[in-house]
Nanobody, 116 residues
Framework: QVQLVQSGGGLVQAGGSLRLSCAAS????????MGWYRRAPGKQRELVAR???????NYADSVKGRFTISRDNAKNTVYLQMNSLKPEDTAVYIC??????????WGPGTQVTVSS
């Protein structure tokens, strides 16, 4: 079983920055993809960013140019640097990981609140 432990999040004013971290632990062979989802109140879950093991990335249009996803494969950790935050970025941010054998794992989520 793989556990995803998240850190970061919190309250920030519009225009500010936050950095989220997610570390995978447990018994597994290898993690392939890692990413971040978010769910805002009353809205559907949205894929924010994804990064493959080799470093290729994808971003939601709403965060392009403001958010950066990165990973440290040796530490099995993925990061999300969030700059120029807007009130509409307020959501629970959820880390996700996929192993090389196709099993998906989800973190507990962390609250990000951006005030006007």
């Amino acid at each position: 079983q793989v556990q995803l432990v998240q850190s970061g999040g919190g309250l920030v004013q519009a225009g500010g920055s936050l950095r989220l971290s997610c570390a995978a632990s447990g018994s597994f062979f290898m993690i392939s993809d890692m990413g971040w989802y978010r769910r805002a109140p009353g809205k559907q879950r949205e894929l924010v960013a994804r990064i493959l093991r080799g470093g290729s990335t994808n971003y939601a249009d709403s965060v392009k140019g403001r958010f950066t996803i990165s990973r440290d494969n040796a530490k099995n950790t993925v990061y999300l640097q969030m700059n120029s935050l807007k009130p509409e970025d307020t959501a629970v941010y959820i880390c996700a990981a996929r192993t090389s054998v196709g099993n998906d794992y989800w973190g507990p989520g962390t609250q990000v609140t951006v005030s006007s």
